[in-house]
């Protein structure tokens, strides 16, 4: 079963959120899904927000838009810092990233 459909089966909303502590700057996020994540000039990864600025808070999330859920958990998946987190907007559990179970 892929991402999506899992993601539509569940029909959870889903959010995602960078630990700028650990990001590496590689920007393999901002690769996979630019509409989602920008490295800003301080070299780290963001998520952005509906209007598309820069969410620079610590631990600001996003909504994952569906149509990019695959490229948002490939990017947690791949990501060498191990930052990106995906989770749950209902209880905030996380079901992609370094904490997932």
């Known amino acids: 079963m892929s991402v999506q459909q899992e993601a539509s089966v569940v029909g959870e909303a889903l959010e995602v959120w960078i630990d700028q502590d650990l990001c590496t700057g590689d920007g393999i996020c901002a690769q ?21 600025e820069l969410l620079q808070a610590e631990g600001a999330a996003t909504p994952v838009p569906l149509p990019l859920l695959t490229d948002v958990v490939d990017s ?7 930052c990106i987190h995906v989770r749950r907007v209902s209880d905030r559990t996380e079901v992609y990233g370094p904490d997932a179970e």
């Open 32 to 52: 996979y899904a630019p509409e989602v994540f920008e490295l800003d000039i301080d070299g780290l990864a963001y998520v952005k927000g509906a209007d598309n």
């Open 76 to 82: 947690a998946r791949e990501c060498p810092g191990e």
